[in-house]
Nanobody
Framework: VQLQASGGGSVQPGGSLRLSCAAS????????MGWYRQAPGRTRELIAIITSGGVTTYTGSVKGRFTISRDSIKDTVYLQRSSLKPEDTAVYYC??????????WGKGTQVTVSS
């Protein structure tokens, strides 16, 4: 199983980016999925969850600025991020939500917010 987060890059404060999460070896539409991020010098944190039925949950730091969604036909999970701040700079990852079980994190996708 391989999870692949993509769509990162460099953006100015206030800008937007959409991240994508796809997988090989599993079917994502059957799982609740989460987006995580790890900022330099900090532990990885969960920032958004979407259930297999489309119910979403966000942590306080991203609530109102980030939107998690999924496309069952493409079997892809997205994270649309707007009003980006320098503190959003991090490596972003996706993974399943199965009561503590996680697949290998992979490389993630780097997002850098700076002017």
């Amino acid at each position: 199983v391989q999870l692949q987060a993509s769509g990162g890059g460099s953006v100015q404060p206030g800008g937007s980016l959409r991240l994508s999460c796809a997988a090989s070896g599993i079917v994502l539409r059957n799982d609740d999925m989460g987006w995580y991020r790890q900022a330099p010098g900090r532990t990885r944190e969960l920032i958004a969850i979407i259930t297999s039925g489309g119910v979403t949950t966000y942590t306080g730091s991203v609530k109102g600025r980030f939107t998690i969604s999924r496309d069952s036909i493409k079997d892809t999970v997205y994270l649309q991020r707007s009003s980006l701040k320098p503190e959003d700079t991090a490596v972003y990852y996706c993974n399943v939500q199965r009561g503590g079980f996680m697949y290998d994190w992979g490389k993630g996708t780097q997002v850098t917010v700076s002017s």
